[in-house]
C-alpha cells in the first residue's frame, strides 16, 4: 500500500509565500509523474502543476511564473513553491503519484489534501 502525506498548508496574506510537500511511501518500485491538483469551494479540482520524473515541469496557465513545482526522487518527494499568493489560491490541494507498484502494477495514489487560504 502507498500513501502519500501532504503538508505545509495554512493561512497567508495575499502576496505571500507557502511551500507544500508531499512525501510518498510504501511499495514503491519507481515513482513516474508527479502532481499537484487545487479543488476550490463548489469547483472541479484541477491540475496546478506537474513533474515528469526527469524533472521536466508544466504548469496550470493561473499559476505560471508564480509557482515552482520540484521533486527529491531520492526521498520520494514532490514539493510546490507557492509565491505571490492571491485570494484565488485558495483551495484544498492534493498531491498525486503515478507510479510502479511493488505488485509490478502501474497505479496512482493521491495525498489527503491540504488547506491553503488566502483570504481577500
Known amino acids: 500500500q502507498v500513501q502519500l502525506v501532504e503538508s505545509g498548508g495554512g493561512l497567508v496574506q495575499a502576496g505571500g509565500s507557502l511551500r507544500l510537500s508531499c512525501a510518498a511511501s510504501g511499495s514503491i518500485l519507481r515513482i513516474d509523474a508527479m502532481a499537484w491538483y487545487r479543488q476550490a469551494p463548489g469547483k472541479q479540482r484541477e491540475l496546478v502543476a506537474l513533474?515528469?520524473?526527469?524533472?521536466?515541469?508544466n504548469y496550470a496557465r493561473s499559476v505560471e511564473g508564480r509557482f515552482t513545482i520540484s521533486r527529491d526522487n531520492a526521498k520520494n518527494t514532490v514539493y510546490l513553491q507557492m509565491n505571490s499568493l492571491k485570494p484565488e489560491d485558495t483551495a484544498v490541494y492534493y498531491c498525486?503519484?503515478?507510479?510502479?507498484?511493488?505488485?509490478?502494477?502501474?497505479?496512482?495514489?493521491w495525498g489527503q489534501g491540504t488547506q491553503v487560504t488566502v483570504p481577500s
Open positions: 498525486n503519484a503515478d507510479f510502479l507498484s511493488g505488485r509490478l502494477r502501474r497505479e496512482t495514489s
Open positions: 513533474i515528469s520524473s526527469g524533472g521536466r515541469a
